[in-house]
């Protein structure tokens, strides 16, 4: 049964952001959260999946090391708040899990968390590091690496800038408590038999900038992008903006699959929502990204769990996050 929230009581906060080469905005968006976190008193932790690779042209550093560096300022600046980063190695949390698996848990892990996966894979390895340090009780706030909770000013000007600077001129702080909004969001999905709520993101279209396409982001595309943010919602059925229950974790991802998080909605029962306006308690993410890698659809796995042999991937993986909970929970005491 899902655990109802009352006012008033606080609930632990696990927020989740897969990052991959993008230092910049990665420190933009835990710096939205931790400042969230201290000034309205939320019980917050945030953890960080690093599948970086290779070095950043201008200082000719690793991603993974300016993503620690990231970590390392937000951390000492929100003393509060704990930051928990993974670099592109095997976590040594999941390490220690599969030495105590099955083989067919082992097959479930190797198969949902392919070392050539994409966007999913990533987030199932997510999922892990959650229930580790998170509870059964914890509510699962799921963002991007450039999708920080704050709102896009409206009529702000493209000056040219590079947002890989860490330009932030563009964006507004938020007028009030947006994870209050978004476990309130959360309280009305357990009403309604659902197992998460998905908040509202504006800004850059993700299928036309980070989708491979830059070349057609053109200056007055920018312009058109940011004085009229709501125009450019992207929906609730993405993985940032989402905030889930524990037993959400439990349902994988495809791997491969460009419409995972749509997939994963969709198996899990679909979110609650809400209208979006700017008056409205709709909890808000602003999606700053204008460069990414791209995948392309691999058919193969499209279609992951309609067949009887996906369905059994499932059902260990269901026995993965809750045996990571167990570690996890043994590990505190």
Partial sequence: MREPLHAGKRRKIIVLIPTHNRP????????????????FGHDVEIVISDTSKGKEPESNRLYAELNEDAVEKVRTHYLGVPVH????????PIAKLLNKTSSAERNAYASLVPKDGHWGAHRNRLALLAAYHGSESAAYLHLDDDTPILKI????YWKGHDWLTGNTNFLAEPKGDII???LRGLEKSSSEGKAGFGGWIVGVHDGLVSGGNASLMTKQNRLNFFDHPSKY????GYGPGRILQF??????YPPYNRSSDFHHSNKIGGLSSQPYS?????????????????????????????????????????????RMERLGQKQKK
Avoid: C
């Avoid at 980063?85 to 040594?92: A, G, K, V």
């Avoid at 919602?233 to 609730?236: E, L, M, S, V």
């Fill in 24 to 39: 910049n905005y990665l420190e933009i968006t835990m710096a939205s959260v931790a400042e969230q976190g201290q000034k």
């Fill in 85 to 92: 980063y993974y670099p592109p190695r095997m976590p040594n």
């Fill in 153 to 156: 000013k409206p009529g702000s």
């Fill in 180 to 182: 209050a909004s978004f």
């Fill in 233 to 236: 919602d992207a929906g609730r």
């Fill in 247 to 252: 037993e959400a974790m439990k349902t994988p």
């Fill in 278 to 322: 700017e008056q409205d308690d709709a909890p808000i993410v602003a999606h700053i990204g204008t460069v990414g890698e791209y995948h392309e659809e691999l058919a193969p796995v499209s279609r992951l769990a309609t067949r009887k042999k996906d369905e059994a991937l499932y059902a260990q993986w269901k026995k993965l996050v809750e």
